[in-house]
C-alpha cells in the first residue's frame, strides 16, 4: 500500500505474484495510457513495472483516488492501465487503511505488516455490459486534451 503523505486516505494497493522467479513473466511492451484512453482515476487497475517502461512481468496496483501523475505524458511513458474495479473497492480501501511499515527507498514505510490472503476472484466473461454511465477512465482533462 502507498499513501500520500498529504492526503493518506489515497494512493494505491499493489499485489501481484512479487519476486517469485516461477511466476514472473517475460517483460512486455508497454502500452501507455496514451494508446488505451485508460486514465489512473479511483479504482484504476494498471500493471507496476520497474524503471523501464517495458519491465512489467506480473505485478499490478489499484488505485484508491485519482492518481494523473501515473498517466502518460510528452517524456513520461506513464504506467499501462488496463481495467477498472467494478466492485469491491471498500475492500481496496480497507487494504489501504492497514498498519504499514518496512520497505525500503520509495516504498519505506509503505508495505503492509500483515499479509492479506486473496480469498476469491471472478474473471468476467468479457463481454461488455453497459451501463449508459459515463466511462469516467476515458474522459480527457487538462491542456493535452484532444477536442
Known amino acids: ?28 511492451p508497454l502500452e501507455t495510457t ?12 494498471s500493471m507496476a513495472r520497474g524503471m523501464t517502461p517495458a519491465s512489467a512481468g506480473g505485478n499490478f496496483f489499484i488505485t484508491v483516488g485519482p492518481a494523473p501523475a501515473m498517466d502518460a505524458r510528452p517524456g513520461y511513458p506513464g504506467y499501462a492501465a488496463f481495467g477498472h474495479v467494478v466492485a469491491g473497492m471498500d475492500v481496496i480501501k480497507r487494504i489501504l487503511a492497514k498498519p504499514t511499515g518496512g520497505g525500503m527507498d520509495a516504498f519505506k514505510d509503505q508495505m503492509i505488516l500483515k499479509r492479506v490472503a486473496l480469498v476469491s476472484a471472478r474473471r468476467l466473461d468479457g463481454v461488455a455490459k453497459p451501463t449508459g454511465l459515463p466511462r469516467a477512465w476515458l474522459i480527457k482533462t487538462g491542456p493535452d486534451r484532444k477536442k
Open 1 to 28: 500500500a502507498s499513501r500520500q503523505k498529504s492526503a493518506p486516505k489515497l494512493g494505491f494497493v499493489q499485489g501481484g505474484i512479487r519476486t517469485d522467479a516461477r511466476r514472473i513473466l517475460p517483460p512486455f
Open 34 to 45: 496514451a494508446k488505451t484512453g485508460i486514465k489512473h482515476i479511483d479504482g484504476t487497475i
